[in-house]
């Protein structure tokens, strides 16, 4: 992280003719909403950038980390092609809390593993369609039957989503995705049993109460749209300074 940086303020970590990897911070929306301009983290960056094209992805209001912006449209036709592939991985760590005693409503039963203990070469993979839920249908619980798959759920090109825990240390998870969906993580962490701490809508809304959650998109995979080579990108958890 750069001396300069905090976690509670936007900075970029590198910056190429082609893109820039960006800190978003907690409580910062990744774009614009509908009919609302002001404070996301687009609209930060476009201020001192006068290239910029557009996302590449987006991190939850609540989420904090990196993020990939494309800044033409050559990179993000390339960038775009990447995650189609599977060339494009997001990594996360979360911290836990105690194992959730019941599922919320909505939700189909856990799946079941043998042994819990995941590692990179045999990380444990969670998966399933999504569907909104609730008021407002700003929540989403996983979905895994296929018989009556509805038009409304979201499915990953026709499969399912999926995330795989690459590491655990108690209840602070390192998790991996390549393509992901609303709330993703936050769902399918929940559904195993371990939802994310201080997490005000799963496993059931509450109301806010201050501290940040404890999830961080600290590490991004992807290949150079100009020498093709593997690019990494990493930052240390902030989860334990914002948690304190």
Not at 60 to 82: C, M, P, Y
Not at 131 to 160: I, Q, S
Not at 170 to 180: D, M
Not at 194 to 218: R, S, V
């Amino acid at each position: 992280m750069p001396p300069e940086a905090h976690v509670n303020n936007p900075y970029v970590l590198e910056e190429t003719d082609d893109f820039a990897v960006v800190f978003k911070p907690p409580k910062m929306h990744s774009a614009p909403l509908a009919k609302k301009t002001g404070g996301a983290l687009l609209e930060w960056y476009t201020s001192r950038s006068p290239s910029v094209f557009d996302l590449m992805h987006r991190l939850d209001f609540e989420t904090h980390g990196l993020v990939l912006i494309a800044k033409n449209a050559k990179s993000f036709e390339f960038f775009k092609s990447a995650q189609d592939n599977g060339e494009f991985v997001k990594e996360y760590s979360a911290v836990c809390a105690n194992s959730a005693s019941s599922l919320p409503s909505g939700f189909p039963l856990p799946p079941s593993f043998a042994a819990f203990e995941p590692s990179e070469e045999k990380p444990l993979v969670i998966e399933s369609y999504f569907r909104p839920y609730g008021r407002g249908r700003k929540l989403v619980r996983p979905v895994t039957d296929d018989v009556n798959k509805h038009r409304e759920f979201a499915t990953d090109r026709g499969g399912f989503y999926r995330t795989e825990i690459i590491g655990r240390d108690g209840n602070f998870f390192t998790v991996r995705i390549k393509r992901g969906f609303r709330h993703q993580i936050r769902c399918h962490l929940c559904w195993l049993g371990f939802p994310i701490q201080n997490d005000p809508l799963y496993p059931q809304p509450t109301e806010p109460a201050g501290e940040p959650l404890a999830l961080c998109a600290h590490a991004l995979f992807f290949p150079d749209p100009t020498t093709g080579k593997q690019r990494e990108y990493r930052i240390s958890s902030c989860i334990t300074m914002l948690c304190a």
